[in-house]
């Protein structure tokens, strides 16, 4: 148990739908990562939060956006979504903003259908 | 987005082989990352390297920081079951975007 915890594990939706996913990090971190997998693109880093404000982006469509709350925990929010978002969905989260030593959640496993 | 090539993809060994693994890309990085997924998990942090050329043991792991910044390998000595299971690298730049590896699934068979 990494002490990272993802809510909810399952969630199955229709396309063109809005789904939040959310995470409580460690303990003590302050940066919260989210990230993509799917069997055709592999594992994807989406975007980073660090006590509260962006960090860092990485592959994030327009149509996803995340915030992270004055108690360190993050929500992604999901719209317009199309089959191809099915995909299993991680929050990460690190001590410090540097995000070496992350700590990943057992992960959303998003289904579009 | 940019992926980092990784290789295998897949590799069967018997109990107690030595595996290898590595990772290549066109772009430089700051830090060099191994995890290890098990099915239904998220993955875990392995071993992270954070200079050109530096040398990290995690027991029987062993991983390597290319010269280059371009490259990495991870070794498993003397491998055991609980080994089983998709490895990852991943490359970070300074400014903590990363990009992973497709993955090395490896099979340990008794």
């Known amino acids: 148990d990494s002490g990272v915890t993802q809510t909810p594990k399952h969630l199955i939706t229709a396309t063109g739908q809005r789904v939040t996913l959310r995470c409580s990090p460690r303990?003590?971190?302050?940066?919260v990562y989210w990230y993509q997998q799917s069997l055709d693109q592999g594992l994807q880093f989406l975007i980073q939060?660090?006590?509260?404000?962006?960090?860092a982006k990485g592959n994030i469509l327009e149509r996803f956006s995340a915030q992270q709350f004055p108690d360190l925990h993050s929500e992604l929010n999901l719209s317009s979504l199309e089959l191809g978002d099915s995909a299993l969905y991680f929050c990460?989260?690190?001590?410090?903003?540097?995000?070496?030593?992350?700590?990943f959640g057992p992960g959303t496993r998003l289904t579009v259908t | 987005g940019q992926q980092l090539n990784q290789s295998p993809q897949s590799m069967f060994i018997q109990e107690g082989e030595d595996v290898s693994m590595n990772c290549t890309s066109s772009?430089?990085?700051?830090?060099w990352l191994w995890y290890k997924q098990d099915p239904g998990e998220g993955p875990v942090l392995l071993i992270a390297?954070?200079?050109?050329?530096e040398l990290t043991s995690n027991g029987r792991l062993t991983a390597q920081f290319g010269i280059t910044r371009k490259d990495s390998f991870l070794n498993i000595s003397a491998s055991i079951p609980s080994d089983v299971g998709i490895y990852f690298c991943?490359?970070?730049?300074?400014?903590?975007?990363?990009?992973f590896g497709a993955g090395t699934r490896l099979t340990v068979k008794p």
């Open positions: 990460a989260s690190s001590v410090e903003g540097t995000g070496n030593e992350q700590y």
């Open positions: 303990s003590g971190d302050l940066s």
């Open positions: 939060y660090y006590n509260g404000e962006e960090r």
């Open positions: 772009s430089i990085f700051n830090t």
């Open positions: 390297l954070y200079k050109a050329g």
């Open positions: 991943a490359g970070q730049w300074e400014n903590n975007d990363m990009r």
